[in-house]
Structures are given as C-alpha cells and as structure tokens.
C-alpha cells in the first residue's frame, strides 16, 4: 500500500468513526444546518436540474433536498449503478416511490425511470466520507462519481459535516473537484 492510498485509508476509517458516533438526535440537527445552507445557496435556488444522490442512514440526509427540489419543480435525478466498475447513470424520480433497492444496499430509480442524458442548468449534490478544503473527496473507493463527474459541465456541490473537512487530501489526475463544499456551519467555495 502506498503512503497515498495510507492516507486516504486512514481519512475514510475516521470518517466512518465520526459518522457511527453521531446520535440520531444530533445527526438530524447537523442534516438540518446543512440543507439549511444549501437552500440558501443561488446555484440550488436556479437550478434546472438537481441531481443527487439517495442517502444511506449515515450520510448527510438527502431526502428532504430531494422532495424540495420536487416541490420547486425541478427537474430530480439520482443514481443507478451499472456494474461494479465505477459506471452510473442517472434517472429522473418524481417521488420517492420511484425508487427501489439498487446496488449495496442502496436506493435506486426503478427500471422504468427515465435516464437522463442532458444536465443543462444542472447541479450535482457529490457525497464523500471527506472533503478538502480545496473541493476534492474521499468517498468509498469505487469512483463512480470520479467517472461521472469527468463529463459534468454544472455545479458540483459536496454535502459534508463540518468535522469531516480536512485540510488537504492526496488525490490523483483523475479525481475530480467540487466546485462548493456545504457543511453544517459553512459554505467553501472552491
């Protein structure tokens, strides 16, 4: 293993620790402060399309981000995982009835959603265990959001708590940056 992938290794295993520490009570608190300031941004508030990811029970929640962006009329989208490869499409939901369990457990659009090919006016909401101050992640190592991402002309935005923000992150060429990192307590712009 390379001092790197050391690095990132021991990142995401603090990461998981944090998030596994966190009472219900006080992760719905901190979910709240962070959809909060992610409503208040101009780039959520215009946009077309909102992409976004289905979250698990320990990442930032993503469900009432989903039925705001619907309830606004935007046009939602959320992953499906093609293969075990890194490859993911995204699939226009209008409710959450849409969705069924999908790859690792987690939630996906049902095979009669729409895939969606054209983002124009879109945002992408980017989940990772870590952000750098300077926008890149650490999610789980399989880098489907890397491979998407690489032809994603909009707004990339990283939802994350604020004690999951590092400084600095070893990266490669081939990961690929958020543009806005939302926490609980702050807005970095990139």
Do not use: W
């Amino acid at each position: 293993m390379t001092a790197q992938s050391e690095d990132k290794a021991y990142l995401r295993r603090r990461a998981k620790e944090y998030r596994e520490s966190l009472l219900p009570e006080e992760k719905a608190r901190l979910d709240k402060s962070v959809t909060d300031n992610l409503f208040a941004l101009s780039e959520f508030k215009n946009a077309k399309t909102v992409l976004c990811y289905v979250s698990s029970s320990r990442e930032v929640d993503t469900s009432c981000i989903i039925k705001q962006a619907v309830l606004s009329g935007k046009t939602v989208a959320v992953p499906r995982c093609l293969d075990a490869f890194g490859h993911m499409e995204f699939c226009r939901i209008d409710s959450f009835f849409d969705l069924e369990p999908g790859a690792f457990g987690i939630m996906e659009p049902n095979p009669s959603c729409e895939i969606m090919t054209s983002f124009d006016g879109g945002i992408c909401i980017v989940p990772a265990l870590v952000f750098s101050e300077d926008g890149y992640r650490i999610g789980f190592g399989k880098g489907y959001y890397d491979r998407f991402l690489k032809s994603f002309s909009g707004t990339k935005i990283g939802l994350v708590y604020e004690e999951q923000i590092v400084g600095r992150i070893p990266h490669d060429s081939y990961d690929i940056k958020s543009d806005i990192i939302v926490s609980d307590k702050t807005v970095h712009r990139v």
